[in-house]
């Protein structure tokens, strides 16, 4: 529940750890696990890190090493809906800059005729420093790199 985890972080501090979907190559990589990635927290990417800047455009996305342009394709025509957008990435997320910053993210996917909702916390994929998987063109935003991790959670 994302409110319960809101309300319990706010009164012992820290950030969230997701514990269903943990920084370990079993989440982080379907292939071979020989091969491990680091994860990094999002903010620590870029020193001018944002979730969102200026609402989601296909511009935004930048497919990754996952072969889901089928995924993209679909959430730029979500996209066209600005009201079915607000209800998939609810408002409200923000990072560092902007007080309190918990670390949890909130999605919404439609599955099975009911809104399933998907809480990632923010440590993201990485090798040799680089987002493996989707990111996003400006390269400070990161809705498309925590939108992927939700959907592949």
């Known amino acids: 529940n994302y409110q319960k985890i809101i309300d319990e972080l706010q009164a012992v501090g820290g950030l969230w750890e997701d514990p269903e979907f943990p920084p370990e190559p079993s989440s982080l990589t379907y292939e071979d696990r020989s091969i491990k990635p680091n994860a990094r927290k999002y903010y620590e990417l870029h020193e001018k890190a944002f979730f969102l800047t200026d609402g989601v455009s296909k511009s935004d996305i930048i497919q990754g090493e996952l072969g889901d342009c089928w995924f993209w394709a ?80």
């Not at 607000?86 to 910053?101: D, L, N």
Request: glycine residues 6%; positive net charge; proline residues 5%.
């Open 74 to 153: 679909s959430v730029v025509t979500i996209a066209h809906s600005r009201r079915l957008m607000e209800r998939v990435i609810p408002s409200g997320q923000y990072i560092a800059e902007k007080s309190p910053y918990l670390g949890v993210f909130r999605f919404r996917f439609w599955q099975f005729g009911i809104w399933m909702e998907i809480l990632v916390d923010d440590y993201l994929p990485i090798r040799n420093g680089q987002l493996i998987y989707a990111r996003s063109e400006a390269g400070n935003e990161f809705w498309p790199s925590l939108f992927e991790k939700a959907f592949a959670k």
